[in-house]
């Protein structure tokens, strides 16, 4: 990915403002169908408080992981520690469900603008983009390539499809597949009648999942930075591509 970035600057030129004589194409290609910031601030927020959450829920699981090592647990003990874990359970799942609304937003608005960008043979439209997160099977790859292609697209409109060095989004989607199977696999995994010593691998799985959460977020926040970054350069402009 570094190599990719550095075939040419990254840092922001000063904004340029066409004047009445430059082409329309050269002008409306140079702006935003929706501008991104709010939706990119709110974005951030989530993942901020996503990852707060998730460390809660790791100080949280491996308390749970120590109080299963001390045979006999007292049943009051026990009470509060299902109460606490409980808590935190539906603490996380309420600041990840608010964060996917948000990240599916962001992910219309970034695929709106690369489209206004004039960027040719996408794909996936912004209404898709967001869609196929819901077709079962085709969830699994299609929600990728959607974001890669905004990846490529807002890296340079005009030759999106050579644009490389997007490794990070392949550990993104790994992380997204991974953390949630994982997730269903834990919650289907509990049972009363489990032994003590399964309660324990369930909740030291429960840690290392908290832990794969905090990654995911922090690989999510590099991701909406990135593509944030080069649509900006894209808008304000290199002075020499407004010939192109």
């Known amino acids: 990915m570094d190599d990719q970035f550095s075939e040419r600057p990254l840092t922001r030129t000063p904004r340029v403002d066409f004047d009445d ?4 194409s050269i002008r409306s290609f140079r702006q935003y169908r929706i501008p991104p910031a709010t939706i990119v601030a709110v974005m951030r927020v989530f993942l901020v408080l996503s990852i707060f ?11 749970q992981y120590d109080l299963l090592h001390q045979v006999p647990i007292d049943p009051l003990v026990a009470e509060t520690n299902d109460l606490r874990m409980g808590i935190v359970a539906i603490a996380n799942l309420i600041v990840r469900l608010i964060a996917g609304v948000v990240f599916f937003r962001w992910v219309y608005v970034t695929k709106a603008n690369v489209h206004g960008f004039g960027a040719r043979n996408l794909q996936f439209t912004p209404g898709w983009s967001v869609g196929w997160y819901f077709i079962p099977f085709l969830n699994l790859i299609r929600p990728f390539q959607a974001v890669r292609e905004t990846w490529q697209a807002s890296r340079d409109p005009r030759d999106w499809k050579s644009v490389s060095g997007f490794g990070i989004l392949y550990l993104w989607w790994t992380l997204s597949l991974g953390t949630a199977i994982a997730t269903n696999i834990l919650g289907r995994s509990m049972d009363e009648r489990m032994p003590i010593e399964g309660y324990r ?5 429960i840690v290392i999942v908290f832990c794969a959460y905090i990654v995911l977020d922090l ?14 350069e894209w808008v304000h402009g290199y002075v020499d591509d407004l010939s192109d």
């Open 21 to 24: 004589d430059a082409p329309r």
């Open 53 to 63: 959450a998730a460390l809660v829920g790791v100080v949280t699981a491996w308390m």
């Open 201 to 205: 691998i369930v909740s030291m799985g």
């Open 219 to 232: 690989v999510s926040i590099s991701i909406v930075a990135t593509i944030h970054r080069f649509q900006e």
